[in-house]
C-alpha cells in the first residue's frame, strides 16, 4: 500500500496547477501523516464537503478505505468508473480491501450501464477479482450487449470474456459460445470455454489426488 500511494501522490502532484494547490496538498499530507483518529475524522469530512478538489478526495478515500472505513465507499465508487483510468485502478485495489458488502452490487451496476461502458473496464476487473454472486450475472449481461451493439466496444468485451473464463462459471458458456463467433473474440472466448469445461477457472474445485492405499500406491475411489 505504501507504494500505491506514493504513486497516487506523485500522479496528484504532478497535476496541481497553482501554488495554492501546492499548499493544501502538502497540508493533506501532513494531516494523512498523523495517523490519529482526530486526523481520520478531518479526512472523512474532506470526502463531504463542498468545493473540495478532486484529487483531495480520491487522497482521502484512498486512506480511509485501505483502513477499512466505509465513510470511503461512495467516493471510491465515484472513482471507479472515472474518466481517468489510473483513477478506477486505483479505486478498484482499494474497494477490493475495502471488504464493503455494497461493493460488488455498485460494480455490477457500473459495469452494465448502457451510458457508461466506455469507462466499464475496472468496474468488470473488480467483478471479477471479487467472484461475488452478482459477478457472473454483470459480466454476461455486458457481454451479451457487446455482442449485440452495432458499435461495439471490443476492449470491455474482451475483458468480460476473460473475466468469465477466469470465474470458470457454466453459467457463461451461452454468451462464450456466441463471443467466439466473433474473429475479435474467438481466441479469448475459446480459451475461456475450455477453462470452464477443463475446470480451470478460479471458482472451480481444487482437483482431488487418489489417496494411497497400504502399499502406497494410488488407491481409485
Not at 31 to 42: H, I, K, M
Not at 152 to 177: K, N, Q, S
Request: glycine share 6%.
Amino acid at each position: 500500500m505504501d507504494e500505491e500511494f506514493r504513486v497516487l501522490t506523485d500522479r496528484v502532484r504532478a497535476s496541481l496547477s497553482s501554488p495554492e494547490e501546492t499548499r493544501a496538498h502538502a497540508s493533506l499530507l501532513a494531516l494523512v501523516r498523523q495517523g490519529s483518529p482526530a486526523a481520520r475524522e478531518q479526512l472523512a469530512r474532506i470526502l463531504v464537503a463542498p468545493e473540495q478538489p478532486l484529487w483531495a478526495r480520491e487522497t482521502a478515500a484512498f486512506v480511509l478505505g485501505s483502513a477499512g472505513d466505509r465513510r470511503a465507499f461512495e467516493t471510491l465508487v465515484l472513482l471507479l468508473n472515472y474518466r481517468e483510468p489510473a483513477r478506477c485502478a486505483t479505486a478498484a485495489r482499494v474497494l477490493a480491501r475495502l471488504g464493503d458488502p455494497r461493493t460488488a452490487r455498485a460494480a455490477a451496476a457500473l459495469a452494465t450501464n448502457p451510458l457508461r461502458t466506455a469507462y466499464s473496464l475496472h468496474p468488470i476487473r473488480l467483478l471479477v477479482e471479487l467472484r461475488a454472486p452478482e459477478s457472473v450475472p454483470a459480466l454476461v449481461a455486458a457481454l451479451e450487449r457487446q455482442l449485440a451493439a452495432r458499435d461495439r466496444h471490443w476492449a470491455i468485451a474482451r475483458a468480460c470474456v476473460e473475466g468469465l473464463g477466469a470465474i470458470g462459471d457454466e453459467r457463461a458458456v451461452p454468451a462464450l459460445t456466441s463471443a467466439a463467433r466473433h474473429p475479435r473474440l474467438s481466441a479469448a472466448a475459446a480459451a475461456a470455454l475450455a477453462r470452464i469445461s477443463g475446470g480451470g477457472g478460479l471458482g472451480a474445485a481444487p482437483t482431488r489426488r487418489p489417496a494411497p492405499d497400504k502399499s502406497g500406491r494410488a488407491r481409485v475411489r
